[in-house]
């Protein structure tokens, strides 16, 4: 059985209750086979012996000592036990705070193994955190490396400990091998069974490394391996060479009111010469906010629907996908091209929906513009042969893969804003070809960016209102939607209410955030769009796709709260017109280093590609591809920023491996074909990935998980 089929509930195991199980589910660990990856952050040596005299802060104590007295400070019923200790390099004292009833399991004369950190405090060497035995029974704690866990709630490391036992001595009986032996023997890497028990229960602080860093290789080269194999397949998945008419494409060229930027023209001929030739297109665009990378896109779909075929561009959320739909409906009808396009939204329902599915069923919409909706089994499409994702790392590896599976051998463009820095672009993206813009629009002003501690915040209040007299808009962003009270705050909500009355009372203040229904925020942005609403309240669920050339300012209270990629987004907003822009970040005067350094390098630049590097360089690659934008990457056990090299090495394993045996039909491959079959039966990337580690809770909108439906479909040249 491979790991990824361990897929009981961890219920099954002896003393863990639905209650348990709930907290072990905030950890993410929801079957045993999650439980047994559930790894130690940390192992304490219980092996070692630390003395009193060698204890330091940083050095925890591990030795045999002596009670030799008790002692109480303060008065009933608030006193506090202290025991006295000793061991052979001097004396200590075990604070028991709330556990007085200590004093019957530590009596003056009894021996014990005590470990813990001490500290000197009012002239002793002092632990209030420690755990102890009796020293003249079998060990039950000591005498071996220990390991400690992440935690949820009410769950103890004795909680954890103990299931995980259970587990490996229940369930870990003979795991299928992963990793092939020749692949093992080349890296020096535990099995996986020698590699599941020793990175639990290791003998030795080498074996807990060794453990972990099998693990660790595993799921990069498995991550790898598919990379390997995509890049393979698209190679030999093969189509007969075509040649693309281009007469609406240069009637749409035509009918611009500008001209393409020699970046866009040239990335717009790359992707026209992948999208004819026999090989199905994979390619990345990154482009800065508002380098025109929706013209390029939408320029290359033009000759596919004009030869017959449909293409679906997909954006994250139902704001940027809607302005899509309007802005590509004005060009098409502008320039008279013949092109049905339809937006699917969660708005409508019943027998429009049901008219909109058959339309593109039967291949009567040409360009299918939505969100996750597009993703769902109901929607068929008729032929559909181009697929274009907008903000790509805000959707998971199985959306994009539930999106090309209604296709057969699609051409594949993704598009960000959000630069990714050189040094991962290969890793991530290493099977698919990569074109940049760079240029700028011109008339394009950059936006003058102002730092501003919250003290001084009247002062931006006041640059703003002498904006907003002058005719323009202005957006305001918060971090959180209402005040909770667990953080001290400025939210969306209550800065609305003051905005409006004790700042802008003349003004129209609008407010928009993730838990409005879409009909209110499509309202809202209109409304904001058409300048009925002078100040625009929000969350950052404007960072992506909101344009309008009017707002000249845009506040950022608690910068440091956000991200530099989010805070580049977000400034990318203003300056989009003719008018001078300005970006104020409102910070609080009690900074951390890293948001301190964040703050000068969004100041110091615009680049958005050396504000990727940057963010690299402040945060590491482990966050800037894990936890903080999963859309990339989601690691259960590495981490870029100490595992880049084993990353390194994992790449050149498995493209080696694919280069000689592009199938994995060899008998030393079998081994690694079988595993990535077991883990895509499981509904994960990789033997050791989770499921929601694919397809990113903060990508999803809400009732993106039903079927949405389209209301609008518009005919270019016939309106």
Same mark, same amino acid.
């Given at each position: 059985?491979?790991?990824?089929?361990?897929?009981?509930?961890?219920?099954?195991?002896? *003393?863990?209750?639905?209650?348990?199980?709930?907290?072990?589910?905030r950890l993410g660990v929801t079957t045993i086979g999650d439980l047994l990856l559930h790894l130690p952050r940390d192992y304490e040596n219980r092996v070692e012996p630390v003395s009193f005299a060698e204890a330091t802060p940083e050095r925890a104590v591990n030795t045999t000592a002596t009670v030799v007295a008790h002692s109480y400070v303060g008065r009933?019923?608030?006193?506090? +036990?202290?025991?006295?200790?000793?061991?052979?390099? *001097?004396?200590?004292?075990?604070t028991c705070f709330g556990r007085n009833f200590l004093a019957r399991s530590l009596p003056e004369g009894k021996r014990i193994r005590v470990y813990g950190t001490f500290q000197r405090r009012f002239?002793? +060497?002092?632990?209030?955190?420690?755990?102890?035995?009796?020293?003249?029974?079998?060990?039950?704690?000591?005498?071996?490396?220990?390991?400690?866990?992440?935690?949820?709630?009410? +769950?103890?490391?004795h909680d954890v400990r103990t299931a995980v036992a259970t587990a490996i001595q229940h369930y870990l009986v003979s795991p299928t091998e992963e990793l092939p032996g020749w692949l093992r023997d080349k890296r020096a890497l535990y099995s996986t069974h020698d590699a599941i028990v020793r990175v639990h229960r290791p003998g030795s602080v080498e074996e807990a490394r060794r453990a972990r860093a099998t693990l660790v290789y595993m799921e990069l080269f498995f991550l790898q391996l598919g990379i390997a194999l995509r890049s393979a397949g698209r190679q030999t998945g093969t189509r007969a060479q075509r040649s693309l008419p281009r007469s609406m494409y240069a009637q749409l060229l035509a009918a611009l009111p500008y001209r393409l930027t020699t970046d866009q023209q040239r990335v717009s001929d790359e992707v026209l010469s992948d999208l004819e030739s026999e090989i199905p297109m994979a390619r990345l665009l990154q482009g800065d906010v508002g380098s025109g990378k929706?013209?390029?896109?939408?320029?290359?779909?033009?000759?596919?629907?004009?030869?017959?075929?449909?293409?679906?561009?997909?954006?994250?959320?139902? +704001?940027?996908?809607?302005?899509?739909?309007?802005?590509?409906?004005?060009?098409?009808? !502008?320039?008279?091209?013949?092109?049905?396009?339809?937006?699917?939204?969660?708005?409508?329902? !019943?027998?429009?929906?049901?008219?909109?599915? !058959?339309?593109?069923?039967?291949?009567?919409?040409?360009?299918?513009?939505?969100?996750?909706a597009v993703f769902t089994s109901e929607v068929e499409f008729r032929n559909l042969q181009y697929v274009i994702i907008d903000e790509q790392h805000r959707f998971g590896v199985l959306q994009?893969?539930?999106?090309?599976?209604?296709?057969?051998?699609?051409d594949l463009l993704l598009m960000t804003a959000t630069p990714i820095p050189r040094t991962l672009a290969l890793t991530v993206f290493g099977d698919m070809k990569v074109s940049t813009i760079r240029q700028m629009p011109p008339g394009r002003k950059p936006v003058e960016t102002h730092l501003s501690v919250h003290d001084h915040a009247s002062r931006v209040y006041d640059a703003v209102g002498r904006e907003l007299a002058a005719g323009r808009q202005a957006y305001f962003v918060y971090p959180v939607i209402d005040d909770t009270g667990k953080l001290d705050l400025k939210d969306a909500e209550g800065?609305?209410?003051?905005?409006?009355?004790?700042?802008?009372?003349?003004?129209?203040?609008?407010?928009v955030h993730s838990r409005l229904s879409d009909d209110e925020k499509q309202t809202t942005m209109e409304a904001f769009r058409a300048g009925r609403i002078d100040v625009l309240v929000a969350t950052s669920v404007v960072e992506v796709g909101v344009d309008v050339p009017n707002a000249t300012c845009m506040v950022i209270e608690h910068a440091e709260r956000f991200g530099l990629a989010a805070l580049h987004q977000l400034r990318g907003r203003v300056g989009r017109g003719s008018h001078k822009s300005y970006c104020f970040l409102v910070y609080d005067a009690d900074l951390t280093e890293i948001a301190?350094?964040?703050?000068?390098?969004?100041?110091?630049?615009?680049? *958005?590609?050396?504000?990727?590097?940057?963010?690299?360089?402040?945060?590491?690659?482990?966050?800037?591809? *894990?936890?903080q934008q999963s859309g990339y990457l989601r690691f259960r056990v590495a981490d870029l920023a100490r595992d880049l090299e084993v990353m390194n090495q994992?790449?050149?394993?498995?493209?080696?491996?694919?280069?000689?045996?592009?199938?994995?039909?060899?008998?030393?491959?079998?081994?690694?074909s079988d595993a990535l079959k077991s883990a895509r039966r499981a509904g994960r990337l990789t033997p050791i990935s989770r499921r929601d580690e694919l397809i990113p809770v903060e990508a999803a909108e809400p009732g993106a998980g039903a079927v949405a439906t389209g209301d609008a479909i518009a005919r270019g040249g016939d309106q």
């Amino acid at each position: 059985m491979y790991l990824a089929e361990i897929t009981q509930s961890v219920t099954r195991l002896p *003393g863990v209750g639905p209650a348990k199980a709930r907290e072990f589910s905030r950890l993410g660990v929801t079957t045993i086979g999650d439980l047994l990856l559930h790894l130690p952050r940390d192992y304490e040596n219980r092996v070692e012996p630390v003395s009193f005299a060698e204890a330091t802060p940083e050095r925890a104590v591990n030795t045999t000592a002596t009670v030799v007295a008790h002692s109480y400070v303060g008065r009933p019923p608030r006193q506090i +036990l202290k025991v006295h200790i000793r061991d052979d390099s *001097g004396l200590a004292v075990l604070t028991c705070f709330g556990r007085n009833f200590l004093a019957r399991s530590l009596p003056e004369g009894k021996r014990i193994r005590v470990y813990g950190t001490f500290q000197r405090r009012f002239g002793d +060497l002092q632990a209030t955190a420690f755990e102890f035995e009796d020293a003249d029974r079998e060990p039950r704690l000591f005498d071996r490396i220990l390991p400690v866990y992440p935690l949820s709630g009410k +769950l103890s490391q004795h909680d954890v400990r103990t299931a995980v036992a259970t587990a490996i001595q229940h369930y870990l009986v003979s795991p299928t091998e992963e990793l092939p032996g020749w692949l093992r023997d080349k890296r020096a890497l535990y099995s996986t069974h020698d590699a599941i028990v020793r990175v639990h229960r290791p003998g030795s602080v080498e074996e807990a490394r060794r453990a972990r860093a099998t693990l660790v290789y595993m799921e990069l080269f498995f991550l790898q391996l598919g990379i390997a194999l995509r890049s393979a397949g698209r190679q030999t998945g093969t189509r007969a060479q075509r040649s693309l008419p281009r007469s609406m494409y240069a009637q749409l060229l035509a009918a611009l009111p500008y001209r393409l930027t020699t970046d866009q023209q040239r990335v717009s001929d790359e992707v026209l010469s992948d999208l004819e030739s026999e090989i199905p297109m994979a390619r990345l665009l990154q482009g800065d906010v508002g380098s025109g990378k929706t013209i390029v896109a939408l320029l290359s779909a033009i000759p596919v629907i004009e030869a017959g075929m449909q293409v679906a561009l997909m954006a994250p959320t139902e +704001l940027l996908a809607r302005q899509h739909a309007d802005a590509l409906s004005t060009l098409l009808h !502008g320039a008279g091209c013949d092109v049905s396009l339809a937006l699917l939204s969660g708005t409508v329902s !019943g027998t429009a929906r049901g008219e909109l599915l !058959g339309a593109i069923r039967t291949g009567a919409v040409d360009l299918v513009v939505g969100t996750h909706a597009v993703f769902t089994s109901e929607v068929e499409f008729r032929n559909l042969q181009y697929v274009i994702i907008d903000e790509q790392h805000r959707f998971g590896v199985l959306q994009r893969l539930a999106l090309m599976n209604k296709a057969r051998q699609p051409d594949l463009l993704l598009m960000t804003a959000t630069p990714i820095p050189r040094t991962l672009a290969l890793t991530v993206f290493g099977d698919m070809k990569v074109s940049t813009i760079r240029q700028m629009p011109p008339g394009r002003k950059p936006v003058e960016t102002h730092l501003s501690v919250h003290d001084h915040a009247s002062r931006v209040y006041d640059a703003v209102g002498r904006e907003l007299a002058a005719g323009r808009q202005a957006y305001f962003v918060y971090p959180v939607i209402d005040d909770t009270g667990k953080l001290d705050l400025k939210d969306a909500e209550g800065m609305r209410d003051h905005l409006q009355r004790e700042v802008y009372p003349e003004k129209a203040v609008g407010l928009v955030h993730s838990r409005l229904s879409d009909d209110e925020k499509q309202t809202t942005m209109e409304a904001f769009r058409a300048g009925r609403i002078d100040v625009l309240v929000a969350t950052s669920v404007v960072e992506v796709g909101v344009d309008v050339p009017n707002a000249t300012c845009m506040v950022i209270e608690h910068a440091e709260r956000f991200g530099l990629a989010a805070l580049h987004q977000l400034r990318g907003r203003v300056g989009r017109g003719s008018h001078k822009s300005y970006c104020f970040l409102v910070y609080d005067a009690d900074l951390t280093e890293i948001a301190k350094e964040r703050l000068k390098a969004i100041h110091r630049t615009h680049d *958005g590609f050396e504000i990727a590097e940057e963010d690299l360089r402040i945060r590491g690659p482990g966050d800037i591809i *894990g936890t903080q934008q999963s859309g990339y990457l989601r690691f259960r056990v590495a981490d870029l920023a100490r595992d880049l090299e084993v990353m390194n090495q994992a790449r050149h394993d498995a493209f080696e491996v694919v280069e000689g045996d592009p199938a994995l039909t060899r008998s030393a491959n079998r081994a690694l074909s079988d595993a990535l079959k077991s883990a895509r039966r499981a509904g994960r990337l990789t033997p050791i990935s989770r499921r929601d580690e694919l397809i990113p809770v903060e990508a999803a909108e809400p009732g993106a998980g039903a079927v949405a439906t389209g209301d609008a479909i518009a005919r270019g040249g016939d309106q």
